[in-house]
């Protein structure tokens, strides 16, 4: 049996059977709704409004949440038996805190009873999926931004940066902006992440953008519910905020002088091979006009090499940069596995849960 790869992000999901050159099996929403029995609430009113997020920012907060929706996805979705369980990978978020790592594989071996386990981060796997070991990934997902410049298979975290905002944040901003332009109507949040995908976009560079301020063009568009909103500007204005995050409220550079200002730290001599092997990755970054656009201020922040977005390869799935970490991760699940690079059950017993930093780096 093939070893399972799972990567749990804010909003999905993905899990599957090792198959680098498919889509995950299984791509399900991250937030669960809650059970809740006759007398455990004071306001009954609130019943179906009851949910839970197990991972909140790109890391497990919810514990018991992540078990039932793990067991969930391992027994009922990928067809685990009870007493005959496999070997798994999960991705690691960047910057992960130790005492998460311990907790997911105490719960792996513990409660799971898998035999074997391993986990990678997400950069490093994004780039093995495009076929590169050193790189420069930028991963905008759903509650955070990762920037890491890997040399060889390794995450530079000196260089590395968080930040704890992404693609619900965008949403916000969205839904803010609708409401000033649109006062009379009520759109679900929900509604709201249907008409970024659809809408949202990059204007050329700043001085595009700022031109919206006096033409651009009106759409109207109707709601599930009949109602008729406008969309003008806002569609720009959710882009925008990723180069210039002072429209979030924020005080930091834009998206793309930060990637710079992290391969900057890293030694000179690497320079030339992170800034031409950048990874896009994340469902954020297919926004129309955003690659153009990242592309256009990352020739103006680099003054020697010309910077190079790595294209996914032509025999990888159509929708690489949203998947890129699970494929990634099933690209390196057909190498630990077989080689017994991976934390064996026998190996668990002996150390416990710390394990995982000396086998799992």
Not at 67 to 88: C, K, M, N, S
Not at 164 to 181: C, S, V
Not at 296 to 311: F, G, H, I, N, Y
Request: charged share 25%; glycine share 8%.
């Amino acid at each position: 049996m093939e070893a399972v790869v799972v990567d749990a992000g804010s909003k999905l999901l993905k899990a599957g059977f090792a198959a680098p050159d498919q889509d995950p099996a299984m791509i399900i929403p991250t937030k669960m709704k809650c059970v809740v029995e006759e007398g455990d609430m004071e306001d009954s009113s609130a019943f179906e409004e009851v949910t839970v997020d197990p991972v909140v920012r790109g890391f497990i907060k919810d514990w018991d949440a992540m078990e039932d929706l793990l067991r969930h996805v391992l027994y009922t979705g990928l067809g685990w038996e009870i007493g005959e369980e496999g070997q798994i990978l999960f991705t690691d978020p960047l910057n992960t805190p130790k005492v998460v790592r311990e907790q997911l594989v105490q719960m792996m071996f513990e409660t799971f009873n898998v035999s074997g386990f391993y986990a990678s981060e997400q950069a490093v796997l994004s780039l093995y999926a495009v076929g590169r070991i050193s790189g420069c990934t930028v991963d905008i997902g759903h509650g955070k931004i990762d920037i890491a410049p890997v040399c060889e298979g390794a995450v530079q975290h000196i260089a590395s940066k968080r930040f704890e905002i992404g693609g619900i944040d965008l949403t916000n901003l969205l839904a803010q902006e609708l409401r000033k332009t649109n006062p009379q109507v009520q759109i679900d949040i929900n509604e709201i992440e249907k008409l970024k995908e659809q809408y949202a976009c990059c204007a050329e560079d700043q001085s595009s953008f700022d031109s919206t301020l006096n033409s651009c063009q009106k759409e109207k568009h109707v709601l599930p519910d009949g109602q008729v909103i406008t969309i003008e500007r806002e569609r720009y204005i959710v882009g925008e905020a990723l180069f210039q995050p002072s429209i979030l409220g924020l005080e930091e550079y834009g998206i793309v002088e930060q990637l710079f200002r992290s391969i900057m730290i890293v030694a000179p001599e690497l320079h030339r091979q992170l800034i031409d092997n950048i990874v896009l990755c994340g469902g954020t970054t297919s926004m129309d006009g955003f690659e153009e656009r990242f592309q256009r201020e990352a020739v103006l922040c680099s003054s020697s090499v010309r910077p190079s977005l790595v294209k996914p390869p032509e025999y990888m799935p159509e929708n690489l940069p949203s998947n890129s970490a699970w494929m990634g991760g099933a690209i390196l699940a057909k190498v630990v596995f077989p080689q017994n690079q991976h934390i064996t059950k026998a190996e668990y017993d002996e150390t416990g849960p710390a394990i995982v930093h000396r086998k799992c780096f």
